[in-house]
């Protein structure tokens, strides 16, 4: 966040393209930018020090895309203790209103062990206290999807032998979504799945799960008003079912680590 601030306090930031190193310049100011939208799995550096509401006061616009999945140390090593991150979630939607708050489940693991290599275990424990402590704050959007085994993941549990995850079939990926459905739909929380589209295609026709937009124009619009580009991103995975409008990511695996060491992250090159 130090960063972050100093480059908006210089109305623009440089971002690296990860491919071929050039460098491009991407304006800041608040009539230059109609959203910011951070996403995070520990928001607690941004609560700390009221960085929103600086953001905020200096005519920002702002919105959450918040991934709060079950406690598991195995997963996701160096995480806060859940409580901690649903405290989080609420000063979120106290500060912000629950309506610039996306909830990500985000991925659904099944994996095996080597002292249990014959049952499939899974990352679905806390689903229904989250959703619970998710509806009482107001979140009505819950975004989810299953992981991809990159080669970046395989060569992290090379470390870790006897574990292995497991990508379970479509028709058991269907049922787990139907079964999401209902939870969530006890408090009013509506499914959205991430490039899953095959999963998608494969539900009933009166489901009520949906496609997912990450980064929403229409709702930003509808949150905040103003004109903005609803163009789809292309840069995205569209053809897997990717729903995002245009955006522009700043921040870099390099240069703003991320030290969660979570074992099926596809993108920290640590």
């Not at 499939?120 to 989250?130: E, F, K, T």
């Not at 009520?208 to 840069?235: P, R």
């Amino acid at each position: 966040m130090p960063w972050f601030m100093d480059r908006i306090k210089s109305g623009f930031f440089e971002v690296v393209n990860p491919y071929n190193r050039q460098t491009r310049k991407v304006p800041a100011t608040p009539a230059e930018v109609h959203t910011i939208v951070f996403w995070s799995k520990n928001f607690q550096p941004f609560l700390r020090k009221n960085w929103g509401k600086k953001l905020q006061k200096a005519g920002y616009h702002l919105f959450f895309n918040f991934t709060i999945n079950s406690n598991s140390p195995r997963l996701e090593p160096h995480m806060p203790p859940l409580d901690v991150r649903l405290g989080q979630l609420k000063q979120l939607c106290d500060q912000f209103g629950p309506k610039t708050v996306n909830w990500r489940f985000d991925p659904i693991c099944f994996f095996k062990t080597r002292s249990n290599h014959s049952i499939v275990q899974d990352n679905l424990s806390d689903l229904g206290h989250i959703a619970k402590e998710a509806a009482r704050v107001g979140i009505r959007r819950c975004i989810t999807s299953f992981m991809d085994a990159y080669p970046k993941i395989e060569k992290r549990l090379a470390a870790l032998p006897g574990f292995s995850f497991y990508d379970p079939p479509l028709e058991t990926k269907k049922q787990i979504i139907l079964k999401m459905e209902k939870i969530l739909a006890s408090g009013n929380i509506n499914l959205m799945l991430c490039c899953e589209k095959d999963v998608l295609d494969a539900l009933p026709k009166n489901t009520s799960v949906t496609q997912s937009a990450c980064i929403s124009g229409d709702l930003l619009v509808e949150i905040y008003g103003g004109n903005l580009a609803l163009k789809k991103d292309t840069g995205q995975r569209i053809q897997k079912g990717c729903g995002c409008s245009l955006s522009v990511d700043i921040g870099s695996y390099h240069q703003q680590p991320c030290y969660h060491n979570c074992l099926f992250c596809y993108a920290n090159p640590s």
